[in-house]
């Protein structure tokens, strides 16, 4: 059991880069009747990172990628009838770094033609090089666009491509991150933990029913918006299945929000998510992880030591958090084959919950973040935001040469 252990503590961090600058790419090859075949994908996480997360990932897609026209009364006022609508990095002005990794970073940054503030994710294109085609970058645009459909999930605005640069431009969560607030909070009441929880498990159900794993749930990916919703952001872990109830293999994640299926080489589906949420609700609730901070005794507490929940909570906390933290997922919490996500609505600790104004954004924050205007950065760690904010220059002789068909892309849908 040991031995196994360690190999797996060895194989995540292949695939993760907690509090490191650096960035791995695993390839799972082999195929299965309930699995996707060229199911490869790569992590990195920075630590107190917000909004960057070097990730790629290849997979199958089922989203089409549409050429956008832009009609000649557009708002934004961008082009004439009939023309493709694009932007390049000099339409922007960047105005801070938010996070930072290897291969990525996240500038704050202004759209020089109406003065409106975004996020910038920008990605290196010699991360290309670890691969054969460029599907992941593709892949994570698609879920982007999906993803922007919903209100808790951070939106696309646009992307463009550079000579050495992929660029996503997104809506900008100016709240900071949910590691931010624990930090200063140390730990949060039933009501406060409650509230994110059930706005995460919306965003989650919207992904599951849409056949998306999100697959990095964590702190750090839960981003609030100037009043005080939650964002999720980073799909570049997600896996998107061509049906509702499809399963894959592949060994990635962050640590500590591991599913023991996970760490047991065995097929997994939506239940991880389900696990990562039952341990941000008992990091936000209890204001630790439930199974310590070393990836070897994480690991093997999460295969065999049973979760100890203190006795300060309510039974209807104690109840969610074993309910999430099943190990056996056939028995977790939002994971049952006839109730799914309405287990999760159900339940006792959800009770004063309405689920219908809760995502009608209609029930008012438990915290609102200070603002003083829509370019406070305060909520980012200074550690980014005191860096220079210019992109490294180009070396020709570095350069990776490749350029993405119909990458470039504005979301017409886009709302300010």
């Given at each position: 059991?040991?031995?196994?252990?360690?190999?797996?503590?060895?194989?995540?961090?292949?695939v993760?880069?907690v509090?490191?600058n650096?960035?791995?790419?695993?390839?799972n090859?082999?195929?299965?009747?309930?699995?996707d075949?060229?199911?490869?994908?790569?992590?990195?996480?920075?630590?107190?990172?917000?909004?960057?997360?070097?990730?790629?990932?290849?997979?199958?897609?089922?989203?089409s990628?549409?050429?956008?026209i832009?009609?000649?009364?557009n708002?934004?006022?961008?082009v004439?009838?009939?023309?493709?609508?694009q932007?390049s990095?000099?339409?922007f002005?960047p105005?801070?770094?938010?996070?930072r990794g290897?291969y990525?970073?996240?500038l704050?940054?202004?759209?020089?033609?109406?003065?409106?503030?975004?996020?910038?994710?920008?990605?290196?294109k010699?991360?290309?090089?670890?691969?054969k085609n460029n599907?992941?970058?593709?892949?994570?645009k698609?879920?982007?666009?999906?993803?922007s459909?919903?209100?808790?999930?951070?939106?696309?605005?646009?992307?463009?491509?550079?000579?050495s640069?992929?660029?996503f431009?997104?809506?900008?969560?100016?709240g900071g991150?949910?590691?931010n607030?624990?930090q200063?909070?140390?730990?949060?009441?039933e009501?406060?933990?409650?509230?994110y929880?059930?706005?995460?498990?919306?965003?989650?159900?919207?992904?599951?029913?849409?056949?998306?794993?999100y697959?990095d749930?964590?702190l750090?990916?839960?981003?609030l918006?100037?009043e005080?919703h939650?964002?999720?952001t980073d799909?570049?872990m997600?896996?998107q299945?061509?049906?509702?109830?499809?399963?894959?293999?592949s060994?990635?994640?962050t640590?500590?929000?591991?599913?023991p299926?996970?760490l047991k080489?065995?097929?997994?589906?939506?239940?991880?998510?389900w696990?990562?949420?039952?341990?941000l609700?008992?990091e936000?609730?209890?204001?630790?992880s439930?199974?310590?901070?070393?990836?070897?005794?994480?690991?093997?507490?999460?295969?065999?030591r049973?979760?100890?929940i203190?006795?300060?909570?309510?039974?209807e906390a104690?109840?969610?958090?074993m309910?999430?933290?099943?190990?056996n997922?056939?028995y977790?919490?939002?994971?049952?084959?006839n109730?799914?996500?309405?287990?999760?609505k159900?339940?006792l600790?959800f009770?004063?919950?309405?689920w219908?104004?809760?995502?009608?954004k209609?029930?008012?924050?438990c915290?609102?973040?200070q603002?003083?205007?829509d370019?406070?950065?305060?909520?980012?760690?200074?550690?980014?935001?005191?860096?220079?904010?210019a992109?490294?220059?180009?070396?020709?002789?570095?350069?990776?040469?490749?350029?993405l068909?119909g990458?470039?892309?504005?979301?017409?849908n886009?709302?300010?």
């Amino acid at each position: 059991m040991l031995l196994a252990i360690i190999e797996n503590m060895i194989r995540f961090k292949y695939v993760q880069c907690v509090n490191k600058n650096s960035h791995q790419l695993d390839k799972n090859t082999g195929t299965k009747d309930s699995v996707d075949s060229d199911d490869t994908e790569g992590a990195c996480q920075t630590s107190l990172s917000t909004l960057c997360s070097d990730t790629a990932l290849l997979g199958i897609n089922d989203v089409s990628d549409e050429s956008v026209i832009v009609p000649i009364d557009n708002p934004e006022g961008y082009v004439e009838t009939g023309v493709l609508c694009q932007y390049s990095f000099d339409d922007f002005e960047p105005i801070k770094v938010i996070g930072r990794g290897s291969y990525a970073k996240v500038l704050m940054v202004e759209l020089k033609q109406n003065q409106r503030v975004y996020a910038m994710k920008v990605i290196k294109k010699e991360l290309g090089k670890k691969h054969k085609n460029n599907n992941w970058i593709q892949t994570e645009k698609d879920i982007f666009k999906i993803a922007s459909e919903y209100p808790f999930l951070v939106a696309l605005h646009s992307c463009f491509q550079t000579v050495s640069r992929f660029c996503f431009v997104m809506e900008f969560a100016r709240g900071g991150d949910l590691l931010n607030l624990m930090q200063e909070k140390r730990r949060l009441s039933e009501d406060h933990g409650r509230f994110y929880a059930a706005e995460i498990s919306l965003a989650l159900n919207f992904l599951h029913t849409r056949g998306i794993i999100y697959r990095d749930l964590k702190l750090e990916n839960i981003l609030l918006d100037h009043e005080g919703h939650i964002k999720l952001t980073d799909y570049g872990m997600c896996k998107q299945g061509k049906r509702r109830r499809y399963t894959t293999f592949s060994i990635l994640g962050t640590a500590n929000y591991v599913a023991p299926e996970v760490l047991k080489y065995e097929d997994y589906g939506l239940s991880v998510d389900w696990w990562s949420l039952g341990i941000l609700l008992f990091e936000m609730l209890v204001g630790k992880s439930p199974f310590g901070n070393s990836d070897i005794h994480v690991f093997q507490d999460v295969l065999t030591r049973p979760l100890r929940i203190p006795k300060s909570l309510s039974v209807e906390a104690a109840s969610v958090l074993m309910g999430f933290l099943n190990k056996n997922p056939s028995y977790r919490l939002g994971c049952d084959e006839n109730n799914g996500f309405c287990g999760v609505k159900h339940h006792l600790f959800f009770k004063s919950v309405d689920w219908e104004m809760l995502e009608q954004k209609k029930v008012v924050p438990c915290y609102i973040p200070q603002l003083n205007s829509d370019r406070d950065f305060a909520n980012f760690p200074t550690e980014f935001t005191d860096q220079d904010v210019a992109c490294t220059p180009d070396n020709p002789d570095s350069i990776y040469h490749v350029d993405l068909e119909g990458f470039e892309y504005v979301n017409p849908n886009f709302r300010d």
